[in-house]
């Protein structure tokens, strides 16, 4: 929420709270702020004894409130027109209520109610972080005692988190064994030390017996070892709009897999840029040019280097922190591990200099952009990796905690983005046919036909890579006993699988793919022909191009069979 003016909200997140704030604010009761508690504010308040003179301890006259007890013993005598030295004080032994302490936080610890050099500087703050079940108790008396004691708001805004529940939704709870202890995620558990914790508590015997097959069930093997930045990055990954947060301790541990993945492409990365390099000055890397020998596959990893800091910054401005850490995941992982790397990897091999020379720079700017995108939600393996990259000058931040965020796009290019979605599109088809029909370590020959071949001429390499063919043509026709997959109208891959199937069967298949696309072409045509003029342009253009897609499968499949036949001849 952003607190405007008073106890008035405007809600900047998390809507659905304003009824919460203002029933509170608006319904204010008599607050009792006495506790008895061994810690504390004690209550300044003394109870007061005038000698020769019966008291009562209900009556208000008795008590005065005030800093110190000299104070107090000077207002005594006022109230009751006698001399000090007739007085016998007791200051009440109870503490205050450990919400009204808390709601002075934001001044107390700047060593208020003294002007001090931190208190000027540190106050007010500009964002607090909580739980939307203490939304009054807390935040709401923290607003009160700023305006009244400091005449200013604590904070201009509120970040209210989801309560953590266990992985099916349920409260957690000792007594039904699904309370996850964040020591145990990081450290590990077994289900015996599990028990144990739990043998060494409170529970009754049935409540026991209860949490036990709890634990039993949730955790059969006990809790992998994650890690803190698993942990973290889990937690963050979690932030939605939603109140609750169903914390799974498998999601926990895919991302300490992910570690690995960052661990092991970052060793690679070092392999390959060597123990002598130097990387080039920043102001050359950061204009469009760059290097100028970067080729498709570099630019391309540098564009979606570029959307991943978009996207994550724009994740921070409007805390949606989920926003941040799908996109740095899907950066490290489907981007620079799945594609970049592995397409690299010939180049690095057998590439020309200037090639292995461009793909070292980009690699090593990718490498830091990802840890320092990544720095904030796992500080400790960033902070390790990065600490082991060459510096661009020796005026470069001994450390990522004092490195600026990265901040500028300027590697974006739309263009590319397209011709690598269309890419990746072919090699996923390619992939899905090579394993409908061969094993996975297979490398059969493949052959695309497409009217698309200048633009796909720069990607053949990385595309042969990913695919995992033996050949990868493009100018040849394709020979009989090929299995056919199509992208859309664009383009036919051919994988060559003869002797390695039953012809027979792909002739079932395919005449069963080809039934369904014709009854989907039949439906989209009984559609189109009832058009109103209430049928948006963009909704016709969008049909017809479905219709000549299919059109074009349709065929495909028909030369597919023909194929087949011929095998069987």
């Given at each position: 929420l952003k607190l405007s003016s008073g106890i008035n909200a405007e809600w900047l997140l998390r809507p659905g709270f304003e009824k919460t704030w203002y029933s509170w604010l608006d319904d204010c009761r008599d607050w009792c702020i006495s506790r008895q508690l061994w810690w504390g504010h004690r209550i300044p308040a003394y109870k007061v004894t005038v000698k020769g003179v019966p008291t009562d301890d209900l009556d208000g006259r008795s008590w005065v409130s005030a800093h110190s007890e000299e104070e107090a013993r000077t207002k005594a005598a006022a109230r009751f027109n006698v001399d000090p030295s007739s007085l016998s004080l007791s200051q009440d032994p109870d503490v205050l209520d450990t919400w009204f302490s808390s709601g002075i936080f934001p001044f107390s610890v700047f060593g208020w109610p003294d002007e001090s050099v931190d208190l000027r500087a540190f106050y007010p703050g500009s964002l607090l972080e909580t739980g939307h079940d203490i939304l009054f108790f807390w935040v709401a008396?923290?607003?009160?005692?700023g305006l009244e004691l400091m005449g200013d708001l604590p904070f201009n805004e509120v970040f209210l988190h989801p309560m953590?529940?266990?992985?099916?939704?349920?409260?957690?709870?000792k007594s039904l064994g699904n309370v996850v202890?964040?020591?145990?995620?990081?450290?590990?558990?077994?289900?015996?030390?599990?028990?144990?914790?739990?043998?060494?508590?409170?529970?009754?015997?049935?409540?026991l017996i209860r949490a036990r097959e709890g634990q039993k069930r949730l955790y059969p093997n006990g809790i992998p070892e994650c890690g803190t930045d698993a942990l973290r990055f889990a937690l963050c990954s979690y932030l939605t709009q939603a109140r609750d947060l169903n914390l799974d301790v498998l999601r926990v541990?895919?991302?300490?897999?992910?570690c690995n993945k960052m661990w092991n492409a970052s060793k690679f990365a070092l392999m390959q840029l060597g123990n002598d390099y130097k990387p080039p000055p920043a102001d050359i890397i950061r204009t469009p040019g760059g290097l100028g020998t970067e080729s498709e596959l570099d630019k391309w990893i540098l564009h979606r280097a570029s959307v991943a800091i978009s996207e994550t910054n724009e994740g921070f401005r409007n805390y949606m922190f989920q926003q941040c850490t799908t996109a740095i995941y899907s950066f490290w992982l489907y981007d620079?591990?799945?594609?970049?790397l592995e397409s690299t990897k010939r180049i690095f091999y057998k590439g020309e200099e200037k090639e292995q020379a461009a793909a070292r720079s980009t690699l090593y700017?990718?490498?830091?952009?990802?840890?320092?995108?990544?720095?904030p939600f796992m500080p400790y393996i960033s902070e390790e990796l990065w600490q082991r990259l060459p510096r661009r000058t020796e005026n470069d931040p001994p450390s990522l905690v004092v490195s600026r965020y990265p901040e500028d796009s300027v590697w974006m290019n739309e263009n590319i983005e397209e011709n690598m979605k269309f890419v990746k599109n072919i090699i996923h088809t390619t992939r899905s046919v090579k394993d409908s029909y061969l094993d996975s370590k297979a490398k059969p020959e493949v052959y695309m036909k497409t009217q698309e071949k200048a633009l796909l001429q720069p990607y053949l390499s990385c595309m042969q890579d990913l695919i995992g063919c033996s050949q990868l043509n493009i100018d040849r026709e394709p020979p009989v006993g090929t299995a056919v997959g199509t992208v859309g109208n664009r383009c036919e891959v051919h994988v060559l699988v003869k002797g390695l199937v039953d012809p027979?069967?792909?002739?079932?298949?395919?005449?069963?793919?080809?039934?369904n696309a014709e009854k989907i072409m039949s439906q989209l045509s009984e559609k189109m022909d009832k058009y109103t003029d209430k049928v948006p342009e963009s909704v016709r253009q969008a049909n017809t191009e479905k219709l000549a897609a299919l059109k074009g499968e349709v065929e495909t499949i028909d030369a597919a069979i023909e194929n087949f036949k011929k095998l069987i001849l």
């Open positions: 008396r923290m607003v009160m005692m953590i529940r266990d992985a099916q939704g349920i409260k957690m709870s202890d964040p020591l145990d995620v990081v450290n590990g558990i077994s289900l015996k030390e599990l028990h144990d914790k739990i043998d060494n508590g409170y529970l009754q015997e049935k409540e541990e895919g991302y300490r897999k992910f620079l591990c799945d594609v970049y700017t990718c490498l830091d952009i990802g840890l320092r995108l990544i720095h027979q069967q792909e002739i079932q298949r395919l005449s069963n793919k080809r039934d």
